[in-house]
């Protein structure tokens, strides 16, 4: 019994090795991140479903394409207010209540949309659905800083915000079998459907967090004592790193915060465009079914996912930031121009959506590894989250503008052009005033 005592202490004490390491951190990587990626699903589905909902909601309501921009950006403005407050009331009361609030309230407003019967309405639920769900996405972002350590997070954000190309590719097809065999079912019109089906989900996966989610490595009963200990010590050791900031306060006079926020400003601009966008640039090109429109619009989120997914690993395996970052952006540009410019060619348009989605996802993963180089503690909560807020305004920015534009000139290609000079500016941010962010090799 002794013996075993023992050789138990001796386990936790002794350094780990490189392959036991690596174990560990795929067993937490599949013990978390499907589920997480489950639930942004959830969360991307009913935040962007108003774009299929869109192609029928207008004719039904009256709606001009001003409004249903206006709708649809104000979304952001409720996430804006709410989303700091959001994650430093998660840094004190833990993930699992803060996610599972967030993800039940999000669903009970999702189905409200439903009962939409004006203007008025459609905004002020937008602006809810915006308040309820600010905080989930950073405080998934911070979640996950509590687990995996800096050379790891390009890769474990990229695994993680493939949510937001998975949501792309089931969501379209999802949204256009419910918009086409929901017409005439009871007396709600099929973006009601829409609506209510797809909130369901949300609502009783917010109570699943609670009973799944741990709140960090040391609450997780599926690692043994030493695992627990490895992975709290690592973290712990990365956050008293020197050039770190832990204090929110001295946070706000760092300029590289508010450069991240801009950049990431510009990045989210392309990604409200794509989402909420698609699915009527789809529509211009000629396509009316709204099958056929949700299965051509899953096609820029595929090939979006495998960019994702290589330029976090490889940005990882590099231990470079910067020029993965502002490649991708430059590419989103490219690809926003160019379907601009061949608007009224279904073919050459749709590869340049594509190429559009490609640059934008694959620029996520890679710029949320940047902030946890100068971020710890309380700063990681709040700087995140300032980061996300500011830079989720371009979410209200860009569909209200693109609306607009369109009502003004009757095309979607200004909006696009637009939107491509802020992608083309983040880029070149990137190259000109980030040279530094490097983060050792695993």
């Known amino acids: 019994m002794n013996r075993s005592n023992a050789s138990s202490t001796v386990q936790i004490d002794r350094e780990p090795m490189a392959d036991e390491v690596a174990v560990v951190y795929r067993k937490i990587a599949w013990r978390l991140l499907p589920f997480l990626i489950f639930l942004f699903v959830l969360a991307w589905i009913d935040r962007v479903n108003v774009g299929f909902a869109k192609l029928a909601m207008l004719q039904d309501l009256g709606f001009s394409e001003a409004v249903y921009g206006l709708g649809a950006g104000i979304f952001f403005i409720g996430y804006f207010i709410f989303e700091v407050p959001s994650n430093l009331l998660l840094e004190k009361i833990g993930a699992r209540r803060t996610l599972a609030r967030i993800t039940i309230l999000w669903g009970l407003t999702s189905i409200a949309m439903a009962y939409v019967e004006s203007a008025w309405s459609f905004y002020t639920l937008r602006f809810l659905l915006g308040a309820f769900e600010a905080g989930f996405f950073p405080g998934v972002v911070l979640y996950l800083t509590y687990w995996f350590p800096a050379a790891q997070r390009a890769k474990i954000n990229g695994m993680f915000m493939t949510s937001f190309a998975i949501a792309g590719v089931v969501g379209g097809p999802i949204a256009g079998f419910i918009m086409s065999h929901m017409?005439?079912?009871?007396?709600?019109?099929?973006?009601?459907?829409?609506?209510?089906?797809?909130?369901?989900?949300?609502?009783?996966?917010?109570?699943?967090?609670?009973?799944?989610?741990?709140?960090?490595?040391?609450?997780?009963?599926?690692?043994?004592?030493?695992?627990?200990?490895?992975?709290?010590?690592?973290?712990?050791?990365?956050?008293?790193?020197?050039?770190?900031?832990?204090?929110?306060?001295?946070?706000?006079?760092?300029?590289?915060?508010?450069?991240?926020?801009l950049v990431y400003f510009c990045l989210v601009s392309g990604n409200a465009t794509i989402a909420?966008?698609?699915?009527?640039?789809?529509?211009?090109?000629?396509?009316?079914?709204?099958?056929?429109?949700?299965?051509?619009?899953?096609?820029?989120?595929?090939?979006?996912?495998?960019?994702?997914?290589?330029?976090?690993?490889?940005?990882?395996?590099?231990?470079?930031?910067?020029?993965?970052?502002?490649?991708?952006?430059?590419?989103?540009g490219l690809g926003l121009i160019c379907t601009g410019l061949f608007i009224g060619n279904a073919a050459l348009a749709l590869i340049s959506l594509t190429i559009a989605a490609m640059g934008i996802l694959a620029a996520f993963p890679v710029f949320w590894s940047i902030p946890g180089a100068f971020l710890a503690g309380t700063a990681a909560a709040g700087?995140?989250?300032?980061?996300?807020?500011?830079?989720?305004?371009?979410?209200?920015?860009?569909?209200?503008m693109i609306g607009w534009l369109k009502t003004q000139t009757g095309s979607l290609s200004t909006g696009l052009y637009m939107v491509a000079s802020f992608e083309i500016l983040a880029g070149l941010l990137l190259l000109l005033l980030f040279k530094g962010i490097k983060v050792s090799k695993s």
């Open 183 to 261: 017409v005439g079912v009871g007396s709600l019109a099929n973006w009601q459907w829409l609506f209510i089906i797809e909130g369901i989900p949300s609502v009783i996966a917010g109570f699943l967090v609670l009973r799944y989610l741990p709140e960090k490595p040391a609450n997780a009963k599926w690692l043994s004592p030493a695992q627990r200990k490895m992975v709290s010590d690592t973290i712990a050791h990365e956050d008293k790193a020197p050039g770190k900031h832990s204090d929110l306060r001295s946070l706000l006079r760092f300029p590289k915060l508010w450069l991240c926020a």
């Open 276 to 332: 909420f966008w698609t699915p009527s640039v789809i529509k211009s090109l000629g396509v009316d079914d709204n099958m056929n429109i949700g299965l051509l619009s899953s096609i820029p989120f595929i090939l979006g996912t495998v960019a994702m997914l290589w330029n976090g690993f490889h940005s990882d395996k590099t231990a470079e930031r910067r020029v993965h970052c502002a490649m991708a952006a430059l590419l989103a």
């Open 383 to 400: 700087g995140i989250a300032l980061i996300n807020c500011i830079g989720n305004l371009a979410g209200f920015v860009a569909p209200y």
